[in-house]
């Protein structure tokens, strides 16, 4: 009977696919240091690197040097960014790019907050207002970069979608005391008066943040006045 396991578990290791680390996907030196660059994680070495390569270089099974940044942890952010503002093509990365995986939250640019290169990646064909796996429209998740929730809005964030619990984008950023992102979805004409699936509207949630805020910092809520 153990002769059987042992025999299973070999043969299930044999079915296994092998790790490839990322300078092995490349041939010439050059793809290779850039390549072995991006798994150590060296953003100055990377940046070092890029002039002498052409960053859409296919590697083995197609691997591109943005798909083996995003790959590693969810894309290192500084490096990520790097590769971009060198030109890296992000037509089927774009949306990973800017929001990350299921699992990774925020995308890697976001993390940089690296403007250049997350207009180049706006772009490009990115549906801003797609939904992640909880439900909220990706735009969101620059709610606390009020830069990039500008460049989102130009891309036509729709100020009208909510997240799960019924809040739209303003309604989440005053949850979130980002009162700069507020001042702006406000200018650009946020709805005021949507209700969430609790019953409360912005005004409810920016008293409730205000009162909470008096007792440590007065001035930590501003006074809106349209709201």
């Known amino acids: 009977y153990m ?50 390569v052409n960053v859409n270089t296919p590697g083995l099974h197609g691997m ?15 490096i990520v960014a790097a590769l971009i503002r060198a030109g890296a093509n992000v037509a ?20 940089a907050r690296d403007e250049e290169a997350l207009r180049m990646v706006l772009g490009t064909q990115v549906d801003v207002n ?30 009208q979608l909510t997240q799960r619990e019924g809040n739209t984008a303003i309604m989440q950023a005053a949850r979130m005391s980002q009162w700069p992102s507020v001042e702006l979805l406000l200018a650009r004409g946020a709805p005021l008066d949507t209700v969430n699936n609790d019953g409360r ?7 409730q943040q205000r009162d909470n805020a008096r007792a440590n910092r007065p001035d930590a809520v501003p006074q809106l006045s349209a709201i």
């Open 3 to 52: 002769t059987y396991l042992a025999l299973g578990s070999f043969l299930a290791e044999l079915a296994r696919p092998a790790i490839v680390s990322g300078e092995n996907h490349f041939n010439a030196p050059a793809d290779r240091a850039l390549a072995q660059a991006i798994d150590s994680g060296n953003a100055a070495q990377v940046a070092a690197l890029l002039p002498a």
């Open 64 to 78: 591109t040097f943005l798909q083996l940044a995003l790959n590693k942890a969810g894309g290192e952010p500084p």
């Open 92 to 111: 089927l990365d774009q949306h990973r790019v800017l929001f990350g995986s299921v699992n990774d939250g925020r995308g890697p640019l976001i993390v």
């Open 130 to 159: 797609r939904r992640d796996g909880e439900g909220q429209p990706l735009y969101f998740m620059a709610l606390e970069w009020p830069e990039a929730l500008a460049a989102m809005l130009e891309r036509g964030a729709n100020l």
């Open 201 to 207: 509207s912005l005004h409810d949630i920016v008293v």
